[in-house]
């Protein structure tokens, strides 16, 4: 009895063992493959894929079928439809096939031999519209055949192959890919090759770059032992292609015969999708195309280059005002000014660096301005200045004041200059360029904000020393110096030019004086302080601030 129950629970699980051995083995039935991907058209990207059952093509499939994803994301709508009977269109091959010593008759089985008789079948088996060329390679790689249709052409120059040398197969799919810049057809690379790499210039990474970067399915085949499987393997896997393995040059043929089945089937579907990009930078994108049919799935990728267009991108450039002077132990207001932002991307985040040396002045705080109402603003300490973030839900699109920084000057004795640079802006949205600027604070010392010079030689000339604070609101203190003795005047004029204020110094003897301007009534904004003296004249910028 127990025995006749350890026989029904053993078939039981022979069963259950068979079927899923037998769904595994429908599910690997299922494969889908990316012909052409087209971006010829962007924003509109094509793509004719088809999708086979073992052997034969899948029929009866519609859009409904697949799903299309561009760098992980879900695409929609997709459109298009499938043709049961359409031929994939020709194909341009790029046959590369090894030759080093351990091809030959000396050091091997005489592989060779059997690698020129499967691709000279290969040949026979291409379509009326195909095309087909020869590179073989040892130590280096050689240019055997361009392009052309004639298979009698092409199968003499295959069996004129001759065996020598090492082995340089990522050479030689680096020259293969060049050769294939510009090919209109499908483009499918046949390597072969019975040894590792040991005489090439370039990696396999940049040889896996190569065929990506032009659109090149690669269809890999290891001969023999001597090999780097995972390398030719992931070669054609990043290019939807496949890696075979042969174990003996009597298996090329059937390699070569089922290579001929994946290019040639018949059962086309063609895909379209509007792409989301817009930043149109000449970047690499992978496209993923899944396709599911009677609870089976399966995925292919191919890349694709968008176009080089620099008007796609955005600008952002962040300034304050290049000429500042503050007195030690005193405030100032720098206003950190929009100077240039895109409307194609308005941002709504700004952050920035801003550098200056932190034991001559202090950050305060950061305030808003009309731009940025709403916004939040946190502030960082950097090992020279702080880093100063702003956010908000409201896109900035006009330029101006972006923010006030507050600063407090150190107390010191001596007169000294600061750099203050901003830089290091980042913006959310991508393909955004940005920029900062370079300026100083001249923070004036307590002494010679004290000391009265004596009168000044007359070989010196008059000059306008400092405007503090600036920005000023409505009140800045004017220091100057007069090398003779006589009347001064200050002028403002605004930003067109129009004069708005005059105003005539109170000391009018030989030697340092300070005065103020009242900017009562004028509007914020820049202005240019004018300081005539009788043997000379002077300017400064100057912004007011409310």
């Keep these: 009895m ?10 039981v699980a022979a069963l259950l063992c068979a079927f899923a051995l037998f769904a595994e083995t429908a599910q690997a039935q299922l494969s889908i493959s990316i012909d052409t991907l087209d971006a010829s058209q962007f924003p509109t990207i094509r793509a004719k894929v088809k999708v086979r059952s073992g052997s034969s093509a899948l029929t009866g499939l519609s859009v409904a079928n697949f799903t299309v994803f561009e760098d992980g994301l879900i695409q929609a709508p997709v459109t298009g439809g499938c043709d049961d009977t359409a031929q994939s269109g020709p194909v341009s091959v790029m046959l590369i096939i090894d030759k080093s010593n351990s091809m030959g008759p000396i ?6 031999v059997d690698a020129k008789s499967a691709a000279t079948k290969f040949v026979d088996r291409l379509g009326a519209g195909d095309e087909a060329a020869l590179l073989s390679f040892n130590d280096s790689p050689s240019y055997d055949q361009n392009w052309t249709a004639d298979k009698t052409l092409l199968k003499n120059r295959i069996n004129a192959i001759r065996t020598s040398g090492g082995t340089a197969v990522w050479d ?9 810049r510009g090919r209109v057809n499908r483009k499918v690379m046949i390597v072969l090759t019975d040894g590792v790499d040991t005489e090439s210039n370039s990696s396999f990474n940049a040889a896996r770059d190569s065929v990506q970067k032009n659109n090149v399915r690669v269809y890999s085949i290891g001969l023999g ?12 896997t990043a290019t939807g292609g496949r890696y075979y393995n042969a174990p003996s040059g009597a298996d090329l043929d059937q390699i ?8 040639t089937p018949t059962g086309i579907c063609e895909l379209r999708y509007q792409s989301r990009l817009t930043c149109l930078d000449g970047s690499l994108h992978r496209v993923e195309i899944e396709v599911r049919h009677s609870n089976m799935d399966d995925r292919d990728n191919r890349n694709y280059t ?4 620099s008007t796609s991108f955005s600008y952002i450039t962040l300034a304050s005002d290049a000429d500042l002077a503050v007195d030690a132990g005193a405030s100032i207001t720098v206003p950190l000014q929009l100077t240039r932002v895109s409307s194609n991307r308005p941002p709504r985040l700004f952050r920035f660096d801003v550098i200056y040396d932190t034991t001559l002045v202090r950050l305060d705080s950061v305030t808003r301005s009309r731009l940025t109402t709403g916004y939040s603003i946190t502030t960082a300490a950097l090992a020279l200045g702080r880093r100063i973030t702003l956010n908000g839900s409201t896109a900035v699109r006009d330029t101006g004041i972006l923010a006030f920084a507050h600063f407090s000057a150190h107390d010191r004795t001596e007169s000294v200059k600061t750099p203050f640079v901003i830089q290091a802006v980042e913006v959310d949205p991508a393909c955004t360029i940005t920029a900062g600027n370079n300026s100083s604070i001249t923070i004036n010392g307590v002494c010679r904000q004290a000391v009265q010079r004596a009168p000044i030689r007359s070989t010196q000339k008059s000059v306008l020393l400092a405007v503090s604070p600036n920005p000023f609101n409505p009140v800045a203190r004017i220091r100057y110096r007069l090398a003779l003795d006589g009347p001064a ?4 004029y605004d930003t067109f030019g129009r004069l708005v204020r005059e105003t005539a110094v109170a000391s009018t003897t030989a030697g340092e004086h300070q005065t103020v301007v009242d900017g009562g009534g004028l509007a914020s904004g820049s202005y240019l302080l004018e300081f005539i003296a009788p043997d000379s004249r002077d300017t400064r910028r100057i912004s007011l601030l409310k």
């Design 225 to 236: 032992n001597n090999i780097n499987t995972s390398e030719l393997r992931s070669l054609a």
């Design 107 to 112: 050091i091997g089985s005489n592989a060779i």
């Design 306 to 309: 968008l176009p080089y267009d």
């Design 256 to 263: 070569y015969q089922d290579i001929t089945n994946q290019i």
């Design 172 to 180: 030689a799919i680096i020259t293969g890919a060049i050769y294939m």
């Design 489 to 492: 005047v200050l002028r403002l």
């Design 2 to 11: 127990i025995r006749h129950f350890r026989f029904i629970l053993q078939s």
